[in-house]
């Protein structure tokens, strides 16, 4: 009942009477409605959050302690800060990354190493050091997953009941009598607990990865010493407490590499891939690399130089190229800052094949792509068709402007080359993504730019096994190198560090980047090793040119060396791949003038 202005009762409308008066009413009820949604929502929220913090609290309080072969560990486990398997030593960390879709991780570490003691337990004899100190490790494994679940589930455990005790307390405190059937409510939240810790440990199973060993990133002093394997003997002997990694991770790691290499096709020629050298003085770094890996071909993805001029390319850098090129024969392609006059100059350069054409027109640059043979490889490269400097959209930076004349410039190159009613270049590459008819299977083709790279794919769908690119002076994730067909796309960093490009745009220095690729006798790509190498104020060290800086002990930790084992690919039985087959010369793509 309501009452009137002049005290008579009268009986209240079972709607608002004016548009106001009903809008206060819904928002009234949507608010109240909004706060209990909340209200609920914080309530689990906190449910939630206090076992998970409880249980990263516990494995980070209690680490498992073992000793392996008398090298002491430490194993802790993490929860969302650091997923995977991870191992550090005084030289370096090794990761594992992929291990599955749970962000719990296992981190290992050697502590307070005897290395008098280690030296007399290798005795000499590190193939069967090694072989104890993993039989050692496997055998603990059960122990330690143990130890690590049952903190994880205490852990839990102990939030939940942290959780209940401080939502009575505050019922408590806040003078609200206790709930009906207060056992019953907490019976059935520790149930929804267990079943949520199901499901996440049915989501880890199902999510495992069993090639988990098979994409490991190494970073520091350690990632050096892979990268001069010749020189590791001598490094452990330079090096006082040596021998914790010697021991507890590189034996562990070379242990594991065999076993996958085992699994792998016989190697039977490695290709390095840099880019983007912009006139830096790092081909020396190159040889280095190149003689430590026995690099059978250099495939180079351009931006030589950075003007496009002739006298950019001096003696003193094109004896660098010489110098690399006098064991190692490369394959080159212009960047969108070479022009003709550089393919001209790399064209003369003992050693270097340029895959293709680059030549100027009265509107811009037109180019052609060249064809090889390597090794038994098919390989293909199309340049750039942009000048750095030149006017119009052939010397852009603008992405709308020059990604269609890089799809156009690939169009015409490997594609029917026919000219539509707009002006714009097509293929007869058909839409429904089935193989090219016709069209030869090319087992790398090298490209400056991702975007050209992508529009390989879509020009010659089902024929590129591989395509290689660079130009954005970064490498591409590891995720993004193989796709589940099994095709590969690498993008490579600049090999020069930006060089002259990053001085001229007052942009940051970025590391040195190069790949080293395994290819078996059958053809089969089998894995990459991709190196980062961080600035170094030491001019001797960038270049690798002196003593100190052709050695571990330059690099410190400022390097990363990531191995990616690739997934089998689509390739005839019948093929074969060896040194001995020789590189072909240079052909102009079939069907192009």
């Known amino acids: 009942m309501a009452r009137t202005p002049d005290g008579a009762e009268q009986l209240a ?6 548009r106001a008066a009903r809008a206060r009413r819904v928002a009234s009820r949507a608010g109240g409605l909004l706060s209990r949604v909340l209200q609920v929502a914080l309530r689990w929220l906190f449910r939630l959050a206090l076992p998970l913090l409880c249980a990263a609290a516990l494995l980070q309080a209690f680490p498992y302690h073992a000793t392996v072969q008398g090298v002491p560990f430490e194993v802790q486990g993490t ?25 719990f991780g296992v981190h290992i570490s050697p502590e307070d190493v005897d290395v008098l003691e280690l030296t007399r337990l290798a005795g000499g004899d590190l193939p069967g050091f090694v072989e104890r100190l993993q039989a050692d490790v496997t055998a603990q494994l059960p122990r330690i997953a143990t130890w690590l679940v049952g903190e994880l589930l205490l852990g839990l455990a102990i939030g939940l009941a942290v959780a209940a005790a401080l939502g009575m307390a505050v019922r408590y405190l806040r003078g609200r009598p206790r709930e009906p059937h207060e056992l019953r409510r907490r019976a059935l939240g520790a149930g929804a607990a267990v079943l949520v810790t199901l499901a996440v440990a049915g989501y880890g199973v199902l999510t495992y990865n069993p090639d988990w060993v098979r994409d490991s990133r190494l970073t520091g002093t350690l990632a050096a010493a892979q990268l001069f394997p010749d020189q590791l003997s001598q490094y452990y002997s330079q090096q006082s407490k040596a021998l914790d990694v010697l021991g507890s991770v590189v034996g562990i790691q070379a242990a594991l590499q065999a076993q996958i290499d085992d699994r792998t096709p016989e190697t039977a020629l490695q290709l390095m891939v840099i880019s983007d050298m912009h006139l830096a003085a790092n081909y020396p770094l190159v040889a280095q690399y190149a003689a430590n890996y026995d690099v059978d071909l250099v495939l180079n993805l351009g931006d030589e130089s950075e003007f496009g001029t002739r006298e950019e390319l001096t003696p003193a850098y094109l004896d660098g190229i010489r110098a690399v090129t006098a064991t190692t024969p490369m394959l080159w392609i212009a960047g969108n800052h070479d022009s003709p006059a550089t393919v001209e100059i790399m064209r ?22 060249g064809v090889v043979r390597a090794y038994g490889l098919r390989i293909a490269g199309l340049s750039d068709p942009r000048v750095y400097g030149a006017s119009g959209a052939y010397g852009s930076d ?34 429904d993504g089935e193989a090219t008819a016709a069209v030869e299977p090319v087992d790398v ?17 089902g024929v590129v096994r591989q395509t290689v690119s660079g130009h954005v002076h970064a490498q591409n994730d590891s995720d993004d190198v193989q796709d589940g067909d099994g095709a590969i796309d690498l993008v490579e960093g600049s090999t020069g560090a930006g060089g002259l490009d990053n001085i001229v745009r007052g942009t ?47 690099f410190g930790d400022d390097v990363t060396a990531s191995t990616i084992y690739f997934r089998p690919q689509s390739v005839a039985d019948d093929r074969s791949c060896s040194t001995q087959l020789g590189i072909s010369a240079e052909e102009p793509w079939p069907g192009s003038d």
């Open 398 to 431: 603008d992405t709308s402007v020059t990604d269609p004349l890089e799809a156009d410039a690939v169009a015409a190159a490997v594609g029917d080359g026919e000219e539509a009613a707009d002006g714009t270049t097509t293929s007869a590459a058909p839409a």
């Open 348 to 369: 003369s350069v003992p050693g270097v094949t340029v895959l293709g054409t680059k030549t100027a027109t009265d509107d811009g640059y037109e180019v052609t792509a």
């Open 445 to 461: 083709f090298a490209l400056h730019e991702p975007v050209a790279a992508e529009a390989v794919r879509d020009e010659l769908p």
């Open 508 to 554: 940051e220095r970025p590391p040195t980047e190069f790949s080293i690729e395994s290819v078996g006798a059958d053809c089969q790509f089998t894995r990459v090793v991709r190196f980062s190498i961080a600035p170094s104020a030491d001019p001797a060290v960038a270049t690798g040119g002196t003593a100190t800086g052709s050695t571990p002990q330059a």
């Open 79 to 103: 929860l969302f800060t650091r997923p995977g398997l991870s191992a550090d030593t005084t030289l370096g960390s090794w990761e594992f990354p992929q291990v599955s879709g749970v962000p």
């Open 13 to 18: 409308l079972p709607f608002p009477q004016t």
